[in-house]
Each structure stands twice: as structure tokens, then as C-alpha cells.
């Protein structure tokens, strides 16, 4: 049975740690032919930039070839060829399968049917776990470590797949959230009853105030879509509120780092770019290395080899 | 034993289904593929009195005895009905249906971004013991059993 990184719950601690470990040396020299004569295909039912430069950039770091499609117009689903059937085809063809699509558990049955690793790029509002290996990542990298810290997310808490995955991860490290967010966004009761399920300490704030900015180790921004609310005005409320500027990190922890997944569009105001705690875009070239790892990982190899390459 | 119920043919040797709610009974036929048994004989008694539940409905299968598996799909849709083993004429073995911890191409998920709604595929569903949910393999979504629609 081949190894797949479907969702981010089947990860141990242990297994987490491993894996950061495995990118930390891919940051420490990112440029190595360990997949060479290897093709790694990106199967994108969804388009995603960001999402597939960063697993073409790990691939072609690490010396494999890239096949796949960007665009799901162009391949044969839409002439009515089953999920299936695509992977058992492309399954001839690659030694691994990356996959984005638009519908949730695409990953898992991609998984059990394919005959080489799945690895998940995201499926729907379902799970999107290299991205939380990123986020771990980065945090680990600017914190020096994952536990005991204050994390506060804030904006779309609601549909924000990667704010669930990132709580869901933490649980081993024992954290305490700060989840701020208007009422019609809160974080879902589901994701509540986990916390209390597996004792992580968290508070709820409609405020996005100074103060809990001055608690904070990581803050977590996140996009208000305006495609969520039904309720135009309650948009239109809400819109500014979660708006991150410069002047409100005045009292900021010097550790502190704000992250976001990106795209951002106006929830971090460009002035904070400048700032020593902004981030996000280191944060994303953290996914080139969490990806090379995740990758290298399905495919068997292991820490010691990477170490030795 | 009512008057009703015996006027449903006596079997010599097969299964009988008892105290399945009426608006059930059809589901349940779907459910056992008592049409795909070929040479059997089945016994349908619908809409009879009950004392117990006000209007039952009654199944007796001739020949055929079903596996725990097949008859503990039952609990979905129908908790409470009572299956009688019958052996020349007698009931030798009276028994209740259990929910199993894994229910596959029976129940169909409320979620419509589920990709087991829109791939050829049989749906996998997780149940854990005296819970009344039942969680998608594939989305995770849950959904409570009295909500439950099948395939």
C-alpha cells in the first residue's frame, strides 16, 4: 500500500516533528537531485496558482520531472471520465500524485484506488495539510518551538479550512487560541468540542483590539470573503473590522509574526509589510521546503537519507 | 401470535421480520433485494394491526436465512424490528438488530460536495458504539441516524 498525506489528524506528533525536521534540512540547502529520473504529476481539478508553483518548485528542486494539468477544462472529467478512472490512467504514468479538487474526501478516494502516493493539495472546504505543514513550519522557525503558545486567529474562522487544520495540528503542543471574528464567522461549535475534547485552552473575541495583539506569539490573518455572507450589510459591517495596520502593533511581543496563507487582499494593510513582525511571505516560501519534505517522505525516503544525500 | 399476522403464510424453514413500522417496509425490501432472490418465496403483510406500535408490517422470506451483516443493515432504517429463525414451522432463534461500525452503499451523505455524490462509487459510513451519528469516511461530515436517506 503506497504512503499518501491525505489529512492533517492522521499525523502523530512524532511524525509532525519528523517532517520539520526533513524541511529544515531542505532550507538549509534546497537544491538536491534526490528525485532524479522521478515524475511527480500535479493534478489540478481546481485552479490554484500558488498552490501548484510551490509543489512544481519543490519537485523540480529535488531534480523529478513535472507532468499534470492547471486546468480542469482541458482534461477529459469534463468529458465525464470518473475521478477513478484519471488516477489509475495517470498512475501508470507518475510516481507520485499531487491532487486539488473541488470536491471534499477527492484525496482519500484518490488514495485507496491509486496505485502511487496521493498527496493532498487541498479538497473542497475538507483539508488542505501541506499547508498546514507550512504553517507549523514557520512557526517552529520563528517561535524555536510549538509549545505552550499563545496563537490568535483571526477573520473567517468559519469556512477558513486552514485555520481548522492548524487548530486541529496544534493539539499536541499544547496552545492556547485567541479566536477573534464577527458572529456570523465564529469558529464552529464542532471545532470547539475539540478543544474542550483534547484540552486546548482558547477565548472567543468579537474585538480585534491591541490588547490581544499584545498576547500574541503568532497572529493568524485570514480573508473575509464577500462571497460568504448572505447578508450584504452584515458584510459591508464587518469588512474593516478585521483589518490589521501598523499602529496597531505598538504593544506587540518582539517575537511575535503575523502569518496568512495568501492571497491577502486588504486584511493586512500593505504599511504592515514593512513591519519586523510581518511574515507572510517567508512564510510562504516555507511551503517550498515543507513540500520537498512531504513529498521525499511518500516516496520513502527517509530523514537519514536526506542528511547523507 | 394476532389474527393478522397468521394470515400471513406460515414458513417451514426461512426468516421472518416482525414490528417493522409500515412507511419502513418497502425500504426494507429494497434493503434485503427481495426482489434479486429469484426462486424463494416472500410474504408481505402490510398495514396490520399492532397493539404494540398501532400499524406493522411483516416480512417472511421461505429457504433463506440472512447473514448478521445483511440483517444489521436493517438498523438504519428500522431499529426496533424483531427477526425469528424458522425451522420446521418453530421459531428456533429470536433476534434484535445491531447498528455495525462501518455501513457501506447503504446510506447516501447529506453533504452534495461529497465527491461519493458525484463519482460511481459505494458510500462508507463510521458509527461508534450508543452514538446517533454516523460520520462520512470520505468528507467527515456527520449526520444523525433519524436523518438518514438511503441510496
Known sequence: MPRNLVGIDALTRDKILYLLDMAREFELRPNRKLLDGRIVATLFFEPSTRTRLSFETAANRLGAKVIGFTDPKVTSSTKGETLKDTILMVGNYADVIVMRHYLEGAALYASEVSPVPVINAGDGAHQHPTQTMLDLYTIRQTQGTLENLNICLVGDLRYGRTVHSLLMAMRHFNPTFHFVAPPSLAMPDEYKEYCREYGIHYEEHEEFSEAIIAQSDILYMTRVQRERFSDLMEYERVKDVYILRRDMLREAKTNMRILHPLPRVNEIHVDVDDDPHAYYFQQARNGIYARQAIICDVLGLTLEDIRHD | ?151
Open chain 2, 1 to 151: 401470535m394476532t389474527n393478522e399476522t397468521r394470515m400471513v403464510a406460515a414458513i417451514e424453514n426461512g426468516t421472518v421480520i416482525d414490528h417493522i413500522p409500515s412507511e419502513k417496509l418497502f425500504a426494507i425490501v429494497r434493503l434485503l433485494r427481495l426482489e434479486e432472490l429469484g426462486r424463494h418465496k416472500v410474504f408481505i403483510g402490510y398495514n396490520l394491526d399492532s397493539q404494540l406500535m398501532g400499524s406493522k408490517s411483516i416480512i417472511k422470506v421461505s429457504d433463506r436465512y440472512f447473514t448478521d451483516a445483511e440483517l444489521n443493515q436493517l438498523s438504519v432504517v428500522a431499529p426496533n424490528v424483531t427477526l425469528c429463525i424458522i425451522r420446521g414451522y418453530k421459531v428456533t432463534e429470536k433476534k434484535r438488530v445491531a447498528l455495525p461500525d462501518t455501513l457501506r452503499g447503504i446510506v447516501r451523505c447529506n453533504n452534495p460536495k461529497c465527491i461519493t455524490n458525484n463519482e460511481p462509487m459505494p458510500t462508507l459510513f463510521h458509527h461508534t458504539t450508543g452514538s446517533q451519528v454516523l460520520r462520512c469516511h470520505y468528507c467527515d461530515k456527520e449526520q444523525n441516524i433519524s436523518e438518514v436517506k438511503l441510496i
